[in-house]
């Protein structure tokens, strides 16, 4: 609440045989009290919506031990590459059993999941390998994890790799990059 000081002038002073009025003080007083109420308020409830809204992380767990001592071996065709170029388009090959490729088919985003699911139906001992480009955005990383755990699959089994240069030459032989 604001309120003001409307008093009365003084009668005046005399100051060397004269007089004069001095001018009225008119102050104004602002009461503080419901701002920072207000502050307050706000204050409590932007700290505990911050603290009661948790950022959803997705647990990844990581072997432990050597990989020099404790190589996984896998069959060449229970391996499924995934692989995201520099513009973010995916790529999804099977291995033969020769240690070659399927043709490597183009694919979008939201087909990964039906995808998935397909090949792990067909072969339940699929393990995933997920080759990403150093230039593809962090955001399709995050687009494939969310399409791999929307996949219902029994077991979730993949592996994280940089694509390397034979990646690139594989897909160039289908039309990437």
Do not use: C, W
């Amino acid at each position: 609440m604001a309120g003001g000081n409307f008093d009365a002038p003084d009668a005046g002073q005399s100051r060397g045989g004269k007089s004069y009025k001095k001018p009225a003080r008119r102050g104004v007083h602002i009461d503080m009290t419901p701002m920072v109420d207000v502050i307050m308020l706000l204050l409590t409830f932007f700290m505990l919506t911050t603290t009661l809204s948790a950022p959803q992380l997705m647990n990844v767990n990581l072997p432990k031990g050597d990989v020099n001592k404790d190589k996984v071996k896998l069959a060449a065709n229970n391996i499924l590459f995934v692989r995201v170029t520099d513009k973010n388009e995916v790529f999804v090959s099977r291995g033969k059993e020769d240690g070659s490729e399927t043709n490597a088919d183009k694919i979008g985003m939201k087909e990964l999941s039906p995808r998935l699911e397909a090949e792990h139906k067909a072969n339940e001992e699929t393990v995933i390998i997920l080759r990403f480009d150093r230039k593809s955005k962090y955001s399709s990383l995050v687009d494939v994890f969310d399409e791999i755990n929307r996949a219902k699959l029994k077991e979730r089994r993949y592996a994280i790799q940089p694509m390397e240069e034979k990646d690139k030459e594989i897909l160039k032989a289908f039309g990437g990059y």
